[in-house]
């Protein structure tokens, strides 16, 4: 098995399409055709997390953090970044991470921290525009159920539970071939009209290749005419943090003490309570003040997350609790998320989760 099957399963999990501008995921050190001789999961692919794989015959370390953000001008080992660089190369490691786009699938790290709760009716929080695309294609009539399940097949016409979405419009075609050209119907040379079905469905961007490969294969034409459109709406499968319920309302203080122990943290910082219950919960995993204010619209009685400054804490502004249980502490779930993607696609290769507690901050 080589390293590049295990990250097309992962990436087909959390598309690289899905992550923000900002971030750096994917294969940062090593060679995708390589094989693979041994996984390590981790959240922070540090210098002795490197150890663990070399100790344990780890050729791959997958990690949500990615080591590198920004370009190195130079690799002396001044810093751990460096240092990481250093051994990652020496030792044949290579180095993955997914990122914010394992954060922004539904399924994703918020979902992981819903999971600790037992949040129910789950929803994405701020879902993201700009990742659809709508294809409109033009069909003879008796060919449009074939053009369609080629399309449904690649992937096309997923709008939330439901499969196989589709509209189609019945009209007249035109055409005239040119010398050379073989039409399916009419002749070269002549103005042929057509009863023709108007096709359109809905797909992610990351498949506009596969789609309209489908689409060409299927469609009886020599030349083939479509369009792709980019479409501003938002997704909700796709997107940032996750809001849901409790099975059950619950005192605010009862709830912070579940929050402290099912996310094993030494410290939640928490904004004033407000004498009530507790029902509706919003979570995003690592530093995530920048959806305070979606969590308070969607009426959020607590709000979990990580990274929150001195005056974020302000802005709450009684419309709920804030509470803060450490950057690591709400992302540490991801190695089982992990986990639980590879296992689920190769069962006759075990990852190892990593024994390396990162966490770069203590409790007294």
Same mark, same amino acid.
């Given at each position: 098995?080589?390293?590049?099957?295990?990250?097309?399963?992962?990436?087909?999990?959390?598309?690289?399409?899905?992550?923000?501008?900002?971030?750096?995921?994917?294969?940062?050190?090593?060679?995708?055709?390589?094989?693979?001789?041994?996984?390590?999961?981790?959240?922070?692919?540090?210098?002795?997390?490197?150890?663990?794989?070399?100790?344990?015959?780890?050729?791959?370390?997958?990690?949500?953090?990615?080591?590198?953000?920004?370009?190195?001008?130079?690799?002396?080992?001044?810093?751990?970044?460096?240092?990481?660089?250093?051994?990652?190369?020496?030792?044949?490691?290579?180095?993955?991470?997914?990122?914010?786009?394992?954060?922004?699938?539904?399924?994703?790290?918020?979902?992981?921290?819903?999971?600790?709760?037992?949040?129910?009716?789950?929803?994405?929080?701020?879902?993201?525009?700009?990742?659809?695309?709508?294809?409109?294609?033009?069909?003879?009539?008796?060919?449009?159920?074939?053009?369609?399940?080629?399309?449904?097949?690649?992937?096309?016409?997923?709008?939330?539970?439901?499969?196989?979405?589709?509209?189609?419009?019945?009209?007249?075609?035109?055409?005239?071939?040119?010398?050379?050209?073989?039409?399916?119907?009419?002749?070269?040379?002549?103005?042929?009209?057509?009863?023709?079905?108007?096709?359109?469905?809905?797909?992610? @961007?990351?498949?506009? /290749? !596969?789609?309209?490969?489908? #689409? %060409? +294969? $299927?469609?009886?034409?020599?030349?083939? =005419? *479509?369009?792709?459109?980019?479409?501003?709406?938002?997704?909700?499968?796709?997107?940032?943090?996750?809001?849901?319920?409790?099975?059950?309302?619950?005192?605010?203080?009862?709830?912070?003490?579940?929050?402290?122990?099912?996310?094993?943290?030494?410290?939640?910082?928490?904004?004033?309570?407000?004498?009530?219950?507790?029902?509706?919960? @919003?979570?995003?995993? /690592? !530093?995530?003040?920048?959806? #305070? %204010? +979606? $969590?308070?619209?969607?009426?959020?009685? =607590? *709000?979990?997350?990580?990274?929150?400054?001195?005056?974020?804490?302000?802005?709450?502004?009684?419309?709920?609790?804030?509470?803060?249980?450490?950057?690591?502490?709400?992302?540490?779930?991801?190695?089982?998320?992990?986990?639980?993607?590879?296992?689920?696609?190769?069962?006759?290769?075990?990852?190892?989760?990593?024994?390396?507690?990162?966490?770069?901050?203590?409790?007294?």
């Amino acid at each position: 098995m080589t390293i590049q099957s295990i990250i097309q399963v992962i990436e087909r999990f959390a598309p690289p399409a899905y992550q923000e501008s900002y971030d750096n995921a994917g294969l940062l050190f090593g060679h995708a055709g390589w094989e693979a001789k041994g996984v390590l999961l981790t959240l922070d692919a540090t210098e002795a997390v490197l150890d663990e794989a070399i100790e344990k015959g780890c050729n791959l370390v997958i990690a949500h953090h990615p080591i590198v953000f920004g370009g190195l001008k130079r690799i002396t080992g001044r810093n751990y970044v460096e240092r990481v660089a250093i051994k990652a190369i020496k030792n044949d490691i290579a180095v993955y991470a997914a990122h914010t786009n394992l954060d922004n699938v539904r399924a994703g790290v918020s979902a992981m921290m819903a999971k600790q709760l037992g949040l129910e009716k789950t929803r994405v929080l701020d879902p993201k525009q700009g990742l659809l695309r709508k294809l409109y294609t033009f069909v003879p009539a008796g060919h449009a159920s074939a053009v369609q399940d080629a399309l449904f097949a690649a992937g096309a016409g997923h709008i939330g539970n439901y499969s196989e979405c589709s509209f189609y419009h019945e009209g007249t075609g035109t055409f005239k071939g040119g010398e050379g050209t073989d039409p399916f119907v009419g002749k070269p040379g002549e103005r042929h009209g057509e009863a023709e079905v108007k096709v359109e469905v809905i797909f992610p @961007a990351q498949l506009e /290749g !596969a789609v309209t490969a489908a #689409l %060409r +294969q $299927a469609h009886p034409y020599e030349e083939v =005419a *479509y369009d792709v459109v980019k479409l501003e709406n938002r997704w909700a499968e796709v997107g940032s943090g996750l809001i849901g319920e409790l099975p059950e309302g619950m005192d605010e203080m009862a709830f912070l003490r579940m929050v402290k122990e099912r996310f094993r943290t030494g410290c939640v910082r928490y904004t004033p309570l407000r004498g009530k219950n507790v029902r509706k919960v @919003a979570v995003c995993g /690592g !530093a995530g003040s920048f959806l #305070l %204010r +979606q $969590a308070r619209s969607a009426g959020a009685d =607590a *709000y979990i997350s990580a990274d929150f400054k001195y005056h974020e804490f302000f802005d709450a502004e009684n419309q709920l609790i804030i509470a803060d249980v450490g950057h690591f502490e709400s992302e540490q779930f991801a190695v089982d998320l992990f986990y639980h993607i590879l296992t689920e696609n190769f069962s006759n290769f075990a990852p190892l989760k990593s024994t390396i507690n990162t966490n770069p901050v203590n409790y007294l």
